[in-house]
């Protein structure tokens, strides 16, 4: 109530039609209706209030490890958490600067205020994009396209005052809110965040439709008065002078570096063990058998697994004029003044007065193994599904799985073949190969760890990964960031080719850097970017040495930066080089999505067609990912992935068969899909006329 | 006495002379058995842009859709991309036909890199591009037996991948390349030594006309272990050559299209078959004791890794405490040490190519050299009555059972006053501490066959430690029938046997114990191919040893992090992945499950 429509008067006799409608306003729902509307698509974005839109429900920063790496991805797609983040942050800090560039952190704690303020900017600025505050009961369904799996495909939304909306495609970004229940000591009550409704209607429609759904829980931890807390005997911790900013584009964040904000570190006692333990039996949300986040633990199960030791907590900062505290790791679900209680034992927080107390949620995700790499919906054409319905944690892993989820819907409409990311692409390929393939039995969260291709995928070079071809295959990314990029990289081309040129002998460069300790057991000569390696050299102490033709490659400081990342990690990624081959080769091979596995000829055990029934691998690299899948199995799948490939090269040979226009099936439907038909027919004479 | 086809005296090596010239017919059809498994290479590792990686299936190899999509951008509502502040944009897209790349760019150096840390005496990484066992890379050339293993009359190797021309003119050239397709006899010599490994038949297949489409080579050699261990082990050292992984050949002919449907619908259950028999005997050779040695390093290194990502992962916890490092970098240096304490001993490979080193010793005048001449059947040794004859080492070579045996005759063991029957014993106690297998010689009249007095007598010859022995209780003929029983005799666990040199009474029993002893130490060439598994562990040990130590490198010796710990964690993943070729890998969620097992992290 109060805000303006964003944009798109809507015709008030037929239903509204939208290429794309994206259903929540969280971190998934704001990057998919973003990326649909930049990759050209007429997009809804439909939410219970446009004033939750740019929330950040939990805690007060963005970024970490893996998950700065997340961030960088999402924002060389164009995507907006960067650009907010840094419009928005109070305190920047480089995680685990001292053990790589590779595995560097961005991270920041953000002004929950400014980052809503700012990304709702954005949501309602952004061209083709339109916001309605609405809650949706049902979708609307269809006949299924022929050809495809799925046994119907979505034309639409019905919303809470029954109107209809109809869509291309639809994107379903709810969060917790499916059947989400709220636990505080032994209180239960139905909903998504405080305050919200849950979506019942619609969980009930996906689970009519046949949707595998599982059952998950997290929690937040209290939040402290900042005045009622004695920081004077803690551990600061200060932020990083200059702050790093996450956006390729931005050159500085928004913050004056000396404003910005510190971080506290405590610890809890043991009398917080004994409160916790005396009070098991108030607890419902701990002793229930759904699974949470192992790395994102309740305080609970942290005393519980491991005891009688001290467990820090992190004073964290809400904002610049906040009085908020987030006490990062006192997740809690007891009672609420037992609640208050174990706070006061903890060092500083004596006196400390709880605004609001921790509490537990649980609520349904749907298994993510029924959705392709492009997060469609294998059950329902042209419904994708992104964030935490998926079953992750995170903003950051709900704006990755937003952005991709909404290039694709857009793609999907304009009926170009899907943009999906490899593995050895970007960490958002290792997330939704992940889910889509092994699925996941607690929150999913993005660790370093879970990249086999950590070497090459690094939060310095996102943009080279993902952003020339996101403007090119996908459509979403700006002019002005593609040109920047293509820059980016020519000069980095052009520097590794001119530190490859400058060619010394070992006792030239020894004599160049007094300084430096050069092996001289090395073969000689060595070129300046093998040089650059060395971990006490950087591009100005080379070009101090060698100034022409050196000098102007140190005079861009970024640039200076990369090339010494690019020198550093040159040999690992070559190494991993025929691997990354390897996996992108058997990612290639793709297996048919409606395969019979229980049905197929080929000489798999029972127990293999099972896993491969479940998991629903659609690469014979997924396949080789499963575990307990026999080589003998992968082999047997390979003569399919042949068959299939033959079968797609005669498809070819006719051009422009009817995959591309559903709407062309329909015609003579419910007045509704008439429409789109003729929409659709449209397009397709464009398409015949421009092709041919 | 029944000698012939047991023992051979050879002449010049163990070779013998080319019997069965012929290879039997359809070898190129039992090519692609023994080889099964998953793993892709194809020559693709050089095309780094999108677009061709993914078109193989056509699903998204149809790239005439995107160029399209600039000209629908009319009044329509589709193609009209609003970007902020860039007017004009719409159209552009999908012409620009800028290069996509994964910016990694620049050609890779050759070998060579400096020390990352730049440290002195850190070994500079010199050896990280050739690492040899990375699968896939383009010039990756495979090479297996790939006839039935075990013992026959020819064995059939062969090598496919563009290395395969360069291996044909090391092993069997000169005269330089057989024509295509045609039958060449040649020797077949390590490159190394230039020793004749084997006379044998060579074909050369240039691709794409053969069983794989790439070019391959066919080395049709003797049948026994020692031979093929021997060719083997000379392909596996020349540069850009690796043993193939089981089912390589199969998958790179189906790759290359060489096997077309029909043909793989009649291969297929035989393919299958085979995959699922060499995941099975490779689970059975796993399943000893040397599985047990794999598995408790492969639950050593997992720990460490998942520990050391642990400090990657959450470096801002507390909950992983100050010792995580130093413990990490403690148990990789022992797992380093006893990986290569491994490949020192497992020298079974070995053993098959060069022999096993028996030594016959005892004490003067037990009939050492006698025992000598009686195996080689002539008289290679001097016997004479009187102690102390033999003084130098003499050596020959022996065929037992299939198995090669370096046979030496050593000088008596006894204190001597003459200088050069001195040097002679200081020779044999040389010699005996490099034995494989000591065959000890006692005069059976001499000692009581008690075990006691037995092992005593053997110990006072001091063997090697933890080396087999077989007690030769020699001069039966004097006791005159009246015998102990050996078979129920032993010494300290070491097998006994009675034998007379001078009758050759007892020989047939010597000659069944010494083919058990050899069985054991060359591994049994009839289960499986010892030889190739072998090389194949072999190769993947070192390659996790050397990632081992390279990890060591890095992290230095104060166990401080004064390296990149995200390179010294990548030298872990590959150890991880060389060790895993051998015990199967361990997931990404396997290592979080140490994490969360070992460590109170997360908030």
């Known amino acids: 109530p109060g805000h303006r429509r964003a944009s798109g008067e809507l015709g008030a006799a037929a239903a509204p039609r939208y290429e794309v409608v994206v259903i929540g306003g969280g971190h998934a729902g704001t990057e998919a209706a973003a990326a649909a509307a930049r990759g050209g698509a007429r997009t809804l974005l439909l939410t219970h209030r446009i004033g939750t839109i740019g929330e950040m429900s939990c805690n007060p920063s963005f970024g970490g490890i893996g998950k700065g790496h997340l961030l960088r991805e999402v924002d060389a797609l164009d995507g907006l958490c960067g650009r907010v983040c840094d419009r928005s942050g109070v305190h920047y800090k480089v995680l685990n600067r001292c053990k790589g560039p590779a595995v560097w952190g961005l991270r920041a704690q953000i002004d929950r205020g400014l980052y809503k303020e700012n990304m709702q900017k954005e949501i309602l600025s952004t061209p083709l994009l339109t916001v309605r505050e609405a809650s949706v009961e049902d979708l609307l369904l269809t006949e299924p396209e022929p050809g495809r799996p799925g046994k119907c495909q979505v034309t639409g939304v019905v919303l809470g005052d029954g109107s209809t909306v109809c869509a291309g495609s639809v994107i379903l970004t709810t969060g917790t809110f499916l059947r989400g229940m709220i636990h505080i000591g032994l209180e239960t009550h139905p909903a998504g965040r405080l305050g919200d409704q849950p979506a019942i209607g619609l969980a009930l429609t996906l689970e009519k439709l046949g949707f595998a759904m599982g059952r998950l829980k997290t929690g937040t931890p209290p939040r402290l008065a900042k005045d009622t807390i004695d920081f004077s005997g803690l551990e600061e911790r200060a932020a990083d002078i200059p702050p790093v900013p996450f956006s390729f584009l931005s050159e500085a964040v928004w913050i004056k570096p000396e404003d910005q904000l510190s971080c506290y570190l405590t610890r809890t006692s043991l009398k917080a063990q004994e409160i916790i333990r005396d009070n098991l039996h108030l607890n419902n949300h701990v002793r229930e058998t759904t699974r949470g986040p192992r790395y994102c633990p309740s305080l609970e199960s942290k005393v519980l697994r491991f005891p009688d030791r001290e467990h820090q907590v992190w004073l964290e900062p809400e904002g610049l004029e906040s009085n908020v505290i987030y006490p990062q790791g006192m997740s809690m679900t007891l009672p609420p003044e037992l609640q208050e209680q174990v706070i006061k034992t903890v060092p500083g927080l004596e006196k400390a007065k709880m605004l609001q107390p921790g509490y537990g949620v649980q609520y349904d995700f749907l298994d993510p193994r029924q959705l392709t790499a492009s997060l469609e919906s294998r059950l329902v054409q042209h419904l994708f599904l992104a964030g935490q319905i998926n079953g992750t944690t995170g903003y950051e892993e709900a704006a990755a799985q937003g952005v991709i989820a909404g290039i694709n819907a857009c793609l999907r409409v304009q009926g170009k073949p899907p943009f999906t990311v490899s593995r050895t692409e970007g960490y958002v390929g290792v997330l939704i190969d992940d889910l889509t393939t092994l699925g996941t039995s607690e929150p999913y969260r993005m660790f370093t760890s879970r990249v086999e291709f950590r070497m090459s995928l690094r939060p310095d070079n996102a943009d080279a990964r993902l952003t020339l071809r996101g403007f090119e295959e996908a459509g979403c990314v700006s002019q002005q960031r593609y040109e920047q990029a293509v820059k980016m990289r020519a000069a980095l081309d052009e520097g590794i080719a001119t530190l490859k040129s400058l060619q010394f002998s070992i006792s030239k460069w020894s004599q160049l850097l007094p300084g430096v300790p050069i092996s001289s057991s090395r073969r000689s000569p060595a070129s300046a970017f093998d040089i650059l390696q060395y971990r006490d050299v950087n591009l100005e102490i080379l070009a101090k040495a060698v100034p022409e033709p050196l000098g102007k490659l140190a005079q861009w400081r970024e640039l200076a930066e990369r090339l010494k990342i690019e020198a550093a990690y040159e040999w690992c990624v070559v190494s991993q080089q025929q691997e990354m081959a390897e996996v992108r080769h058997d990612e290639a091979l793709e297996l048919p999505d409606d395969l019979d596995y229980f049905a197929i000829d080929a000489s798999l055990s029972a127990e293999v067609r099972e896993k491969l029934d479940a998991h629903r691998p659609q690469t014979i690299g997924a396949v080789s990912r499963i575990p307990g899948i026999t080589p003998a199995a992968i082999v047997n799948l390979l003569r399919f992935v042949k068959t299939n490939h033959r079968k797609t090269e005669k498809l070819k040979a006719v051009p422009q068969t009817g995959e591309c226009f559903p709407g062309k099936m329909y015609s003579g439907k419910a007045t509704s899909q008439r429409q789109i038909s003729a929409e659709f027919s449209e397009e397709e004479k464009k398409f015949v006329k421009t092709s041919s | ?603």
């Open chain 2, 1 to 603: 006495m029944a000698l012939s086809g047991i023992v051979r005296a050879a002449r010049g090596r163990w070779a013998r002379p080319l019997s069965c010239a012929v290879p039997p017919v359809g070898t190129g059809d039992r090519g692609h058995r023994g080889h099964t498994g998953v793993r892709v290479y194809t020559g693709h590792t050089g095309d780094r842009g999108h677009t061709g990686v993914r078109g193989h299936t056509g699903h998204t190899g149809d790239r005439g859709h995107t160029g399209v999509r600039g000209h629908t951008g009319g009044p329509g509502h589709t193609g009209v991309r609003a970007v902020p502040g860039v007017p004009g944009a719409p159209g552009v897209r999908g012409h620009t036909g800028a290069p996509v790349d994964t910016g990694h760019t620049g050609v890779p150096s050759a070998p060579g890199v400096p020390g990352h840390t730049g440290a002195p005496g850190v070994p500079g990484h010199t050896d990280v591009p050739g690492v040899p066992s990375a699968p896939g890379a383009p010039g990756d050339t495979i090479f297996a037996l790939s006839s039935a293993p075990g013992r026959c009359g020819v064995a059939v190797i062969r090598a496919s991948g563009p290395g395969s021309q360069g291996a044909l003119r090391s092993l069997a050239g000169p005269p330089g390349l057989p024509p295509p397709r045609l039958l060449a006899l040649r020797s077949i010599r390590d490159p190394r030594t230039a020793e004749t490994l084997d006379r044998g038949l060579v074909v050369w297949f240039p691709g794409p006309h053969s069983f794989t489409g790439e070019d391959c080579a066919e080395l049709h050699v003797h049948g026994g272990p020692a031979v093929i261990s021997g060719v083997l082990g000379a392909l596996g050292r020349l540069p850009g050559l690796r043993p193939a992984e089981p089912g390589e050949f199969s998958l790179r002919a189906f790759r290359r299209g060489k096997l077309d449907l029909t043909a793989a619908e009649g291969l297929r259950d035989l393919i299958g078959a085979e995959t699922e028999a060499q995941r099975r005997q490779a689970l059975r050779q796993l399943r000893g004791e040397l599985g047990a040695l794999y598995g408790t390093w492969s639950r050593a290194l997992t720990q460490a890794l998942a520990h050391i990502e642990a400090l990657i992962d959450f470096s801002e916890d507390d909950g992983l405490g100050e010792a995580v490092l130093p413990r990490a970098l403690g148990a990789v240096r022992a797992l380093e040490r006893e990986i290569r304490a491994h490949l020192r001993d497992g020298r079974r490979g070995e053993r098959l190519r060069a022999g096993v080193r028996a030594v016959i010793a005892g004490p003067p005048n037990a009939g050492k050299s006698s025992l000598l001449n009686l195996l080689c059947r002539r008289p290679a040794a001097i016997v004479s009555p009187v102690a102390g004859t033999t003084r130098d080492v003499l050596e020959v070579p022996l065929d037992i059972g299939g198995f090669p045996l370096l046979l030496s005759d050593t000088a008596g063991l006894r204190d001597p006053r003459d200088p050069l029957e001195r040097e002679g014993v200081t020779r044999a106690r040389d010699r005996l501490c490099q034995a494989d297998l000591v065959l000890a010689v006692l005069d059976v009249t001499s000692v009581s066959p008690t075990p006691g007095s037995l092992g005593a007598a053997l110990a006072a010859l001091q063997p090697p430690p933890d080396t087999p022995c077989v007690l030769v209780l020699n001069k039966a003929d004097l006791l005159g029938g009246q015998g102990v029983s050996p078979s129920a005799t032993c010494a300290q666990g070491h097998p006994v046997t009675l034998l007379s040199c001078k009758t050759g009474q007892g020989l047939e029993a010597l000659l069944e114990l010494l083919g058990q002893q050899l069985a054991q130490l060359c591994g049994n060439p009839l289960l499986g191919s010892p030889s190739l598994t072998q090389t194949r562990h072999s190769r993947h040990l070192e390659a996790c040893a050397t990632a081992l130590s390279r990890f060591g490198d890095i992290i230095g010796d104060t166990g401080d992090i004064s390296g990149d710990l995200a390179v010294a964690a990548e030298q872990l993943r590959v150890a991880r992945r060389e060790l895993g070729r051998i015990t199967g890998s361990v997931g990404a969620d396997d290592i979080l499950d140490v994490i969360f097992r070992d460590f109170c992290v997360g908030k």
